[in-house]
């Protein structure tokens, strides 16, 4: 299917319609980022004496590296943690066994519902009364960010799963497989290539969720690299561009490679299944 078929192309009235209403919101925008500019002017917040301490190495080696190192750290442990347990659920969820498939139902569901923050908090200053144990800002940060966003994975794998041709079931079966060597060898790895775009989308959204440990005290990019620097050179704003700039780049990063890997042209062969 051709993406003609998706929308009816535009004609020529179309054409420069859209090409007035693309001119009006540039325009919009421009004046906009103007006005934005001679605001922060005014405020003086684009005197070099405000951006300096930002071209410090030692700056640098106090609050930003730090702070990234922290983010990216709490990020992988997220990504594989919550790859793991969406993994799991979505292979729960799709049993035909309504004892595996209502229970991880509820699971998915809840922490689908619950904000992300609750999850933290409960994990940071609940898990004393829980386990006896007060757990590490790293470990309720993880904790939050593996059962939210896992869940939401979850709900991502089950989708592509259920997005294939049944014909790729009845095939895999009519060779004699079992149900687990169908889902294992014929569905995961075709569901996973096909919503990898929506995978990696989702860990950017991972990603971004890490700045909210600044909340229990974890050292992240945001508390170090905003708080710290902004405390103690009162340069607010500035500090604030540079770490959204920071995260820009580490998401655009992302984005290209989702696209990158979306691109039949990039995709190893499927390996032949063995024969049973």
């Known amino acids: 299917m051709t993406?003609?078929?998706?929308?009816?192309?535009?004609?020529?009235?179309?054409?420069?319609?859209?090409?007035?209403?693309?001119?009006?919101?540039?325009?919009?925008?421009?004046?906009?980022?103007?006005?934005?500019?001679?605001?922060?002017?005014?405020?003086?917040?684009?005197?070099?004496?405000?951006?300096?301490?930002?071209?410090?190495?030692?700056?640098?080696?106090?609050f930003i590296l730090p702070g990234l190192a922290g983010t990216l750290a709490a990020a992988?442990?997220?990504?594989?943690?919550?790859?793991?347990?969406?993994?799991?659920?979505?292979?729960?969820?799709?049993?035909?066994?309504?004892?595996?498939?209502?229970p991880a139902a509820v699971v998915v569901e809840f922490f689908r519902s619950v904000p992300l923050l609750l999850l933290i908090f409960f994990a940071f200053f609940g898990s004393y009364a829980l386990i006896g144990v007060n757990v590490s800002a790293f470990a309720a940060v993880v904790f939050g960010l593996t059962l939210y966003n896992g869940s939401v994975i979850a709900e991502i794998i089950r989708a592509g799963v259920l997005s294939l041709p049944r014909g790729q079931r009845e095939a895999a079966y009519a060779v004699g497989m079992r149900k687990g060597q169908v889902m294992r060898l014929v569905l995961l790895p075709q569901a996973l290539k096909t919503m990898l775009p929506a995978l990696i989308s989702q860990f950017v959204v991972l990603?971004?969720?890490?700045?909210?440990?600044?909340i229990v005290g974890y050292?992240?990019?945001?508390?170090?690299?905003?708080?710290?620097?902004?405390?103690?050179?009162?340069?607010?704003?500035?500090?604030?561009?540079?770490?959204?700039a920071i995260f820009i780049v580490i998401n655009m990063a992302l984005?290209?490679?989702?696209?990158?890997?979306?691109?039949?042209?990039?995709r190893r062969p499927a390996k032949p299944v063995p024969a049973v």
Request: glycine share 8%; hydrophobic share 55%; no cysteine.
């Open 219 to 244: 050292d992240e990019l945001v508390d170090r690299g905003l708080n710290g620097i902004a405390a103690n050179f009162s340069n607010v704003i500035p500090a604030a561009i540079l770490i959204a």
């Open 255 to 266: 984005d290209r490679l989702a696209h990158r890997l979306s691109r039949p042209g990039t």
């Open 76 to 102: 992988v442990a997220g990504v594989v943690l919550a790859g793991i347990f969406g993994l799991v659920f979505a292979t729960a969820r799709l049993s035909e066994h309504a004892w595996v498939r209502v």
């Open 207 to 214: 990603l971004k969720d890490s700045a909210l440990g600044l």
């Open 3 to 62: 993406y003609a078929n998706l929308y009816e192309v535009a004609g020529p009235r179309g054409v420069r319609r859209n090409r007035v209403l693309t001119g009006v919101v540039a325009l919009v925008l421009l004046a906009l980022a103007y006005v934005v500019y001679v605001r922060f002017e005014e405020k003086e917040q684009w005197a070099a004496a405000k951006w300096a301490p930002l071209l410090r190495a030692d700056v640098w080696a106090t």
